[in-house]
């Protein structure tokens, strides 16, 4: 969820809600131990498919091109946010 920490939706657009959630979902796998970096997989639904290419450009920001395996699809019932993202992280343990 692109919420900030008072738990309210950013303003701000596609963008601005991409980051966000992205900064959120580093500081969920940290308390896990696992850097960003462990990411196998991501889901991301967009509340409008047109807005693919500006959050495509900070997600990669984030992620880099050879990055994990990604779904995207359009899910226009979302309410306030315009980006949603859940990851499955591996860390292997030697």
Request: charged fraction near 25%; aromatic fraction near 8%; glycine fraction near 6%.
């Amino acid at each position: 969820m692109p919420a900030n920490a008072d738990g309210a939706i950013v303003v701000g657009g596609i963008e601005a809600q991409t980051r966000q959630v992205t900064e959120n979902l580093k500081k969920v796998l940290a308390l896990a131990g696992a850097p960003l970096d462990d990411r196998c997989k991501s889901t991301v639904w967009l509340h409008d498919a047109r807005d693919f290419a500006a959050f495509n450009r900070i997600y990669m920001s984030y992620f880099g091109e050879n990055g994990p395996a990604r779904s995207t699809t359009e899910a226009r019932r979302m309410v306030d946010a315009k980006v949603e993202i859940d990851v499955v992280a591996y860390e292997p343990k030697i």
